[in-house]
Nanobody
Framework: QARLEESGGGSVLPGESLRLSCAAS????????MAWYRQVPGKQREFVAG???????KYEDSVKGRFTISGDNVKNAVYLQMNSLTPEDTAVYYC?????????WGQGTQVTVSS
């Protein structure tokens, strides 16, 4: 059964960094898109970054210049390097793989930024 597993979340101080990882298992094909989303209680899940290929990545405006998404189509994995974190980045972060036949979501990993 196909599944995604995130890791790398945690609690950090403002200005610090974290690197999230997401790896797929139970799938034999590379996704068309690998993406990160985040959600805070009471709000809709929002797009953070998307990896289409090394030449085509997209970011939500508030993370541009601070977050970097990278992907490994051989390993079926996606990463999110998050620098200069602020309390507004506090959320549960989810990875999502998009295939022609459907999407797969990870279970989420908590990121907390607080002094």
């Amino acid at each position: 059964q196909a599944r995604l597993e995130e890791s790398g979340g945690g609690s950090v101080l403002p200005g610090e960094s974290l690197r999230l990882s997401c790896a797929a298992s139970g799938v034999n094909f590379s996704p068309q898109v690998m993406a990160w989303y985040r959600q805070v209680p009471g709000k809709q899940r929002e797009f953070v970054a998307g990896f289409y290929n090394r030449a085509n990545v997209k970011y939500e405006d508030s993370v541009k210049g601070r977050f970097t998404i990278s992907g490994d189509n051989v390993k079926n994995a996606v990463y999110l390097q998050m620098n200069s974190l602020t309390p507004e980045d506090t959320a549960v972060y989810y990875c999502k793989f998009i295939y022609p036949y459907g999407d797969i979501w990870g279970q989420g990993t908590q990121v907390t930024v607080s002094s």
